[in-house]
């Protein structure tokens, strides 16, 4: 079988890296496609995958974005037509939908942001929906999403992944090197997502009250906030220019603060404390994960609050229960390409 991974965002490769590598050992052919945002490319790289670039990333603004779609549905169109593909599966690629229902293709498209507008041309190609448990269907139905086609995995979307890290992080030998300081690492906010309408740069005063009491690793989405935090106030501020693996991050991290979505949820699963700033209205799993204490959410985070949060908090075990979830979510997604 031939399957394409539309992987456009840096979170899609963590989480279906393990399912492609399976499914290459089985003996199926894949082919991958992405385009240049956040740490993408960085991390197909990191990863040893082969995959090709389509078409670009249009920004932030809405009417770039609209231009763009359909440019990049045709690139796409012209690329995937030659290969001849029996199934196409994205996350949050709106896209890919619409090239598969063009081509005459299956297509399982994934989401867990009921705030994507993008949602809607990607609701109605698709030929199967599938969303975490948490996600209510009339929400995907203001979306146009047919409820035949909606298929319920278990948990969240980050515990697909997460339970196959977890069983690395447990072979890893003990770190002996003792920490000179704490370190918190830093995921600053979505600048140019279309379902993003908070604030930019609201964590610089947060930065500069940390810096000088913890090490502070700041994980930028793309060059562009990268060159905003090697600014000459923010010395003494690590800022990630490569991708780093959840891996490395994870046994090393004493909090991790996220103004976004995926790498907090991620950390929060695992046990690592972490707090919330996100400046937008939370997404139905990130309530469900706060409900459970997975995290703390505080848009209006002090350095003086985060210091004293990280002289109590202690990393917990990872959330077992959807770690399990996260196996079963995994499975159900395999089958579900294998066998529709």
Same mark, same amino acid.
């Given at each position: 079988m031939r399957i394409w991974f539309e992987l456009t965002n840096s979170p899609h490769i963590n989480m279906f890296a393990a399912m492609i590598r399976e499914l290459q050992r089985e003996?199926? *052919? =894949?082919?991958?496609?992405?385009?240049?945002?956040?740490?993408?490319?960085?991390?197909? +790289? &990191?990863?040893?995958?082969? $995959? +090709?670039?389509?078409?670009?990333?249009?920004?932030?603004?809405?009417?770039a974005k609209v231009f763009g779609f359909p440019v990049r549905v045709a690139q796409l169109c012209k690329y995937i037509g030659s290969r001849k593909i029996d199934v196409a599966i994205s996350q949050s690629s709106f896209h890919s939908p619409v090239v598969a229902r063009l081509l005459g293709k299956r297509v399982i498209y994934m989401n867990d942001n009921e705030h994507a507008m993008g949602n809607i041309p990607a609701f109605l190609c698709a030929t199967t929906i599938m969303v975490p448990e948490f996600l209510g269907i009339e929400k995907l139905r203001k979306q146009f999403a047919n409820?035949?086609? =909606?298929?319920? $995995?278990?948990?969240?979307?980050?515990?697909?992944? &997460?339970? *196959?890290? +977890?069983?690395?992080?447990?072979?890893?030998?003990?770190?002996p090197v003792p920490k000179t300081r704490q370190k918190i690492y830093l995921r600053p906010e979505p600048w140019t997502a279309q379902y993003y309408k908070g604030s930019r740069n609201f964590l610089d005063e947060l930065v500069l009250g940390l810096k000088d009491y913890v090490d502070v690793i700041l994980l930028p989405r793309g060059k562009d906030q990268g060159v905003h935090y090697q600014d000459p106030k923010f010395a003494g501020v690590r800022v990630v220019t490569t991708a780093l693996d959840i891996a490395d991050i994870a046994p090393d991290c004493d909090l991790f603060i996220g103004a976004g979505g995926t790498m907090t949820r991620e950390m929060a699963v695992l046990g690592i404390p972490t707090i919330s700033v996100y400046q937008d209205e939370l997404l139905d799993?990130?309530?469900?994960?706060? *409900?459970?204490?997975?995290?703390?959410?505080?848009?209006?985070?002090?350095?003086?609050?985060?210091? +004293? $949060?990280?002289? =109590?908090?202690?990393a917990r075990p990872p959330d077992r229960r959807l770690l399990e979830k996260g196996k079963a979510a995994y499975d159900m997604v395999k089958q579900q390409i294998l066998n529709g």
């Open positions: 003996g199926h *052919e =894949v082919v991958i496609t992405c385009r240049p945002l956040a740490n993408t490319i960085d991390l197909l +790289d &990191l990863h040893g995958f082969k $995959y +090709d670039v389509v078409g670009q990333h249009y920004g932030g603004k809405f009417s409820p035949k086609k =909606v298929k319920q $995995y278990p948990g969240v979307k980050e515990g697909m992944y &997460l339970w *196959e890290l +977890d069983e690395r992080l447990a072979q890893r030998p003990a770190n799993v990130d309530q469900h994960l706060l *409900e459970t204490g997975a995290f703390r959410h505080e848009p209006k985070l002090t350095a003086r609050q985060a210091l +004293d $949060y990280l002289a =109590v908090a202690t």
